[in-house]
């Protein structure tokens, strides 16, 4: 059974940075697409980046694009998601998320597994 586990979630000033990663157990996730997406009170749940298992091709919300950056470690079966140059708009839950397919989707419904989700909270 696949386990997604975030950490790294808190309270941080406006134009500071946070590394949220997302442990990632249950089986062997070469074919596999890894997100991150957010929920802020109110909004619906919004798509943040994705990168491929194999090869790491990303993908990133223009609202991201060029302050986060998503990687991913084989070896520790870890995905991260760096966030620089945060804002006030940023602040919401962060999910990791899962799912076996040849392209990565940017609609929460494609995805199959899903983690609890961790605070990052934003002041300005």
């Known amino acids: 059974q696949v386990q997604l586990v975030e950490s790294g979630g808190g309270l941080v000033q406006a134009g500071g940075s946070l590394r949220l990663s997302c442990a990632a157990s249950?089986?062997?996730?070469?074919?596999?697409?890894m997100g991150w997406f957010r929920q802020a009170p109110g909004k619906e749940r919004e798509f943040v980046a994705a990168?491929?298992?194999?090869?790491?091709?990303?993908r990133y919300a223009d609202s991201v694009k060029d302050r986060f950056s998503i990687s991913r470690d084989n070896a520790k079966n870890t995905v991260y998601l760096q966030m620089n140059s945060l804002k006030p708009e940023d602040t919401a839950v962060y999910y990791c998320?899962?799912?076996?397919?040849?392209?990565?989707?940017?609609?929460?419904?494609?995805?199959?597994?899903w983690g609890q989700g961790t605070q990052v909270t934003v002041s300005s």
């Open positions: 990168i491929r298992w194999s090869g790491g091709t990303t």
């Open positions: 998320t899962a799912v076996r397919k040849v392209y990565s989707p940017s609609t929460s419904s494609e995805y199959d597994y």
């Open positions: 249950g089986r062997t996730f070469s074919g596999y697409v």
